[in-house]
């Protein structure tokens, strides 16, 4: 009774809490979208609500003066493999049974330090171990919420197929945990996977849809038995999931692009994509993105062709663009990755951000929310003290839904505090395994008698 008696009482500053008013003054916002001003962003019931160079304070907002600071969109990252125990599965070829929503970690550190480097969404994606893997989750960086409070909810679903060394790799004994030889061992035989996958989806759609007519004619019918492989596949026919293909050759983009015209799906992105600069009229013409590296180069054998220009040249023939990390400690400056573009390319400072921003919320289909500063869209914006696409500018604040998730100074300041606390910890632990080392003294009725003693 005590304890519901003090969750009544706690309530009105929940609800306080939730119902937050901000107001950012005085920075340079850069909305990606609609230019820059030199203004206030108002934020209220996590939305923005009003974005502009004169803004109307309401009263009792909370107001947080950003002179001389730098506000953008929270970045976007399409590509990252944080916050999941495990990411592949490597036993079979196609593994689209699996989703990696079922195996996200939210005590993952990965999640604040993304948030110090300015991140808030992040599309987390199955490994490459298969030429179709398992679904994946787009997660915003709610750091300190459970794993279903991370979810992105409303976000259209997804699922990792991949092409390439790392499936075929994975057909070698030994390859990504496969036990033994593993089906495919050769680029054809990852095409020929995929395909046979389909068809199969195919024929488990035609099922379900032969059984849907029966009930509609008022038939008796047996409904098919599911298939939890095939069903994610259907998805993908009926264009209600994405595909993000993990690919590097321009041969083998275009095989992925036929084989998708042949089924009728469309690629939603092209993942690292090294050669798309080979093929970008093609991945134009298909209405795929392209989500790359900016600068990665050699590090296998089919990254050798790899170029800076690649991101810029793509942009410049109709392919919509964005940069991811597929790493932990890239996804930390995407910023100064985005600025490459402007030397590697050309790029402009709107088209460089935009790699990073809007680009890929249009690639997984949550530009509605997310990505640039308009009004209506959820506040997550990033506050730099100097311009993001400067190589000495930090992150100062992260909002995420209105609520700050990132503080600089704050973190600053609560080191030592911390440290102090750890230590404590680390200390009573080291006093606790000294006490349970200690053999203890053996009782008088436990004592060793005397050889040959009279008893």
């Not at 974005?51 to 970045?75: C, F, L, N, S």
């Not at 392919?319 to 985005?338: C, F, P």
Request: hydrophobic share 40%.
């Amino acid at each position: 009774m005590r304890r519901v008696a003090t969750l009544l009482l706690l309530f009105p500053l929940l609800a306080a809490a939730a119902g937050t008013t901000t107001v950012i003054q005085n920075a340079t916002v850069l909305t990606v979208t609609r230019g820059t001003y030199h203004g206030s962003i108002l934020i209220r019931d996590g939305k923005i609500a009003e974005a502009g160079e004169k803004v109307q304070v309401p009263e009792g907002a909370r107001v947080i003066d950003a002179t001389g600071q730098y506000v953008m969109p929270g970045i976007i990252d399409c590509h990252s493999h944080i916050a999941a125990d495990s990411i592949n599965e490597g036993a079979v070829a196609v593994s689209s049974m699996v989703g990696i929503e079922d195996v996200i970690n939210p005590d993952d550190i990965d999640i604040y330090r993304a948030l110090a480097g300015g991140v808030t969404t992040a599309n987390i994606l199955h490994g490459s171990a298969n030429p179709i893997g398992g679904k994946c989750t787009v997660m915003k960086m709610r750091w300190g919420k459970d794993a279903q409070g991370l979810v992105f909810e409303g976000a259209m679903p997804g699922i990792k197929f991949a092409l390439g060394e790392n499936p075929k790799r994975s057909g070698s004994p030994g390859g990504f945990g496969a036990p033994g030889l593993r089906y495919p061992a050769s680029r054809m035989g990852v095409e020929d996977v995929i395909r046979e996958a389909f068809t199969q989806a195919r024929a488990y759609q035609q099922e379900w849809r032969d059984y849907q007519a029966k009930l509609d004619r008022h038939e008796q019918a047996i409904p098919p038995r599911r298939d939890l492989k095939l069903e994610p596949l259907v998805e993908v026919l009926e264009g209600k999931r994405y595909v993000h293909a993990h690919c590097y050759r321009a041969d083998e983009i275009l095989m992925l692009l036929r084989v998708a015209d042949d089924f009728g799906f469309k690629v939603r992105t092209l993942q690292h994509v090294l050669e798309g600069y080979k093929v970008a009229k093609e991945i134009a013409a298909h209405g795929t993105g392209a989500s790359t590296f900016s600068d990665w180069w050699a590090y296998k054998a089919e990254a050798y062709d790899a170029i800076p220009y690649n991101a810029a040249i793509m942009v410049r023939k109709g392919v919509l663009v964005s940069l991811n990390s597929d790493s932990a400690e890239l996804m930390r400056h995407l910023n100064t990755e985005a600025a490459k573009t402007m030397k590697y390319g050309g790029l402009n400072e709107t088209e460089a951000l935009s790699l990073i921003t809007i680009n890929p919320a249009r690639q997984m289909g949550i530009e509605q929310r997310v990505g640039s500063i308009e009004p209506g869209k959820d506040a997550d914006l990033t506050i730099f003290d100097q311009h993001p696409l400067s190589n000495y500018a930090k992150v100062e604040r992260v909002f995420i839904d209105g609520e700050l998730y990132f503080d600089r100074q704050k973190d600053l300041e609560e080191r030592a505090t911390k440290e102090a606390r750890k230590k404590a910890l680390l200390d009573k632990l080291k006093a606790q395994e000294k006490k349970d080392t200690k053999k203890p003294e053996p009782s008088a009725d436990k004592k060793e008698e005397t050889p040959g003693a009279v008893q």
